[in-house]
Each structure stands twice: as structure tokens, then as C-alpha cells.
């Protein structure tokens, strides 16, 4: 591109648009923006945060903070309670977004199963976004943000059912990998329990 050396440009010739340059530091995101229009730069600064105990993502269309929340009483319940405690704490349920995500609820999901495991089940499975419509993979969704299952990581001959009525959770007793059940499922015996879901959450935003 030619400039001319004694006239100012009126737009910027690199920056045409803003520009933001993002970093995550303890669990906040801070956002550096800056823009250029008729000669003038215009800089801005703002901090996103995470309620207490979420973790903070940055999606492809939002900053999200997810978290894993447990059932009280009863320990173990269906879809229908898990999307209720999503939005008992000012959510909705979600799924990973990316592998990154992916890798986080893994990791949660061993630890969660050490601490939160009183009756001593031998598989603990979490709710996670997705509840059938008619014909195969295909769901409809509470969470806008994580781009469907395209990043579900799912369980080998998984999903298993077609049809309505039909739930998505995570890990799968075979694996830690996404899997499907009735949406009516609390638990079978001492082996498996529905024993809480995963839930996205609000951010605050503060310009500084």
C-alpha cells in the first residue's frame, strides 16, 4: 500500500477495525482494546471474572465460566434436576467447547469422584448439554456457546439411542468419554449415579 508522505491517511492503514489482544491470568481476562477512526486511537481496558469456584474459558463467541455442581438430597437425580441446578445458581447446562474444556471436566470428574462419593458408587456420571430430538445425533441445547457436539468426545458405540428422550453425560463408566441415557435416569444400585451436572455461568465485566 502507498502513503503519502504529507497527507495524513484518514484511517489507519493496519488497523481498520479494533484490534483485542486478550490474556487470562487467575481465573480473569483481561482485554485490551484499541481502534482507530478519523485519526484518533481509542484504547480501552476491561476485566472479566468468575463467580467462586467456576473456571474461566474464552469461546470462540463468548468468556464463560463453568462449573460442576452436585445434587444435595437426593445425591443422585435425572436431566430435568440437573438443568433445574444449573439454573438454581444463574445458568445452564454446557458441554466442552474445546479440549481444553474437555481436559478440565475430565480432570474435575476424577476428583469430584474421590470427594463427593459418600454411598461408594463405582461410577459417577455428570448431566452435561443435550437432550435428543428425533432421529440420531441430534439434540437440541440450553447453551448456545460450545458449538453442539462438535467437540464431544463420545464413548466407542456412542450414542447408543435414537429418539426422543434421550440425555447427554459425562464420563461414560467405559471411559472418560460422552455418552447417552434415558433423560429419567438416577442411578442402578451401588454401580452408577447421575450425581450432579455441568453448568455454565454468568461473568462480571468491569471496564477500568
Not at 91 to 116: C, R, V
Not at 145 to 173: D, E, I, Q, R, V
Amino acid at each position: 500500500m502507498y502513503i503519502s508522505s504529507d497527507v495524513c491517511p484518514q484511517s489507519h492503514p493496519f488497523l481498520s477495525s479494533s484490534v483485542d489482544f486478550n490474556r487470562i491470568s487467575n481465573n480473569q481476562l483481561y482485554t485490551t482494546s484499541i481502534s482507530f477512526d478519523s485519526g484518533f486511537y481509542s484504547l480501552n481496558y476491561s476485566i472479566t471474572s468468575c463467580p467462586d469456584n467456576t473456571k474461566l474459558f474464552l469461546r470462540e463467541t463468548a468468556t464463560v465460566c463453568i462449573a460442576l455442581f452436585l445434587f444435595e438430597q437426593p445425591l443422585c437425580n435425572t436431566q430435568l434436576e440437573g438443568s433445574g441446578l444449573c439454573k438454581n445458581n444463574n445458568g445452564t447446562l454446557t458441554g466442552p467447547a474445546n479440549s481444553d474444556e474437555y481436559d478440565y471436566i475430565q480432570a474435575q470428574t476424577k476428583l469430584f469422584f474421590n470427594t463427593s462419593n459418600p454411598e461408594k458408587f463405582l461410577y459417577l456420571m455428570y448431566w452435561i448439554d443435550g437432550i435428543s430430538l428425533a432421529g440420531k445425533k441430534n439434540y437440541e441445547f440450553e447453551d448456545p456457546t460450545h458449538n453442539g457436539t462438535a467437540n464431544y468426545k463420545w464413548a466407542p458405540n456412542s450414542p447408543t439411542f435414537s429418539g426422543l428422550g434421550y440425555c447427554l453425560y459425562n464420563p461414560n463408566p467405559n471411559g472418560l468419554y460422552i455418552s447417552d441415557d434415558k433423560c429419567n435416569s438416577i442411578s442402578f444400585q451401588k454401580a452408577f449415579c447421575w450425581r450432579g451436572a455441568w453448568c455454565q455461568l454468568g461473568n462480571s465485566f468491569e471496564i477500568v
